[in-house]
């Protein structure tokens, strides 16, 4: 585990390197001035990505209620799906996941710590495997580059694999843990619903694409929907080398990079980028303020949660 986050430090830190090399190339600000003036004398496309944004986290909410068997409410779903989105763009590291699982065994009583914890790893599995695959299929259809990623793709399924293994059978001192957590996941994938909320999850990431199918368009670049989905799952996807607070760099790079290869100018995929990105940040504290008034928690039970305590929650 140490070394797993020493590799994800490090290449956070060349991603970083890399953003200030770009910025230093491509950054304009006359450019970024357009982007963000003619997004906003385009409410219509301002609304659009809005409403999909928004609807992607509202299709994750339902899949993660249908991985619960109903167990937890939407609208605590929704509510903690907001608070994380804010809280990782407050912080440097992901502790967004933990206050997922504060708020919903906070309001929903009859959730085990155990399955509160396993329900958001396996989400969390769920929206990797499903931006690996999406980007995989990007690759082909729209890059191109198949035949370069089919090692580190394979590589990154193993890991998911792997992950599930040790999650399912344990460690050696606490077997009957394996043993628990195989049989939430049984309960939850052998039923007739998975295979629709695969599909709601895949229907979210492809939602969230719209926003940078509408920035692309608003500047005046030639970007189809296809694309953007790709390119919107490479940055996602990219994000677990997150080491600044919602990705910052990260997410500039490698939407830029990825932008890059399907042919646009560098300084346009930087401005998408960035415009992007903002849109994000702003829509992300706006969620925040949103979740706390309509389900409001103290700063003592959000540090307790972000310390990993949430088990010991009132």
Known sequence: ????????????????????????????????????????????????????????????????????KGKITLSSAVVSLFY????????????????????????????????AIHSVVMMRLFDMLSLIGIAAIGLYLVAG???FFVVPFSLLFGLGLCFCLALFVGLKKA????????????ESVLTKQFPFLLVLIWLSWISEGVVVYSIANVIGCSLSAVESVWVNSMTIGGQVFQITPGGIATYETIMSGALTLIKLPLEDSYIIALTSHAY????????????????????SQLRLWMRKKGEKQS
């Open 84 to 115: 994380s989105l804010a809280i990782n763009h407050l912080f440097p590291v992901k502790a967004g996941d933990m206050v997922r699982i504060g708020i919903i065994r906070n309001k929903n009583k009859n959730i085990a710590i155990d399955e």
């Open 280 to 299: 994000k940040f702003i829509y992300s504290y706006a969620a925040g303020i949103i979740a706390l008034l309509f389900m409001p928690i103290t700063v």
């Open 1 to 68: 585990m140490k070394l797993i986050k020493k590799i994800i430090f490090i290449v956070g830190i060349l991603l970083v390197l890399a953003f200030c090399y770009i910025s230093l190339e491509a950054f304009d600000w006359s450019k970024l001035h357009f982007s963000l003036h003619s997004l906003w004398n385009h409410p219509q496309w301002l609304f659009l990505m809005t409403f999909f944004y928004t609807l992607a986290f509202l299709l994750r909410a339902i899949a993660w209620k249908m991985y619960m």
């Open 145 to 147: 580059y198949i035949r």
């Open 175 to 186: 077997r009957h843990l394996g043993r628990r957590q195989f049989g939430l996941l049984r």
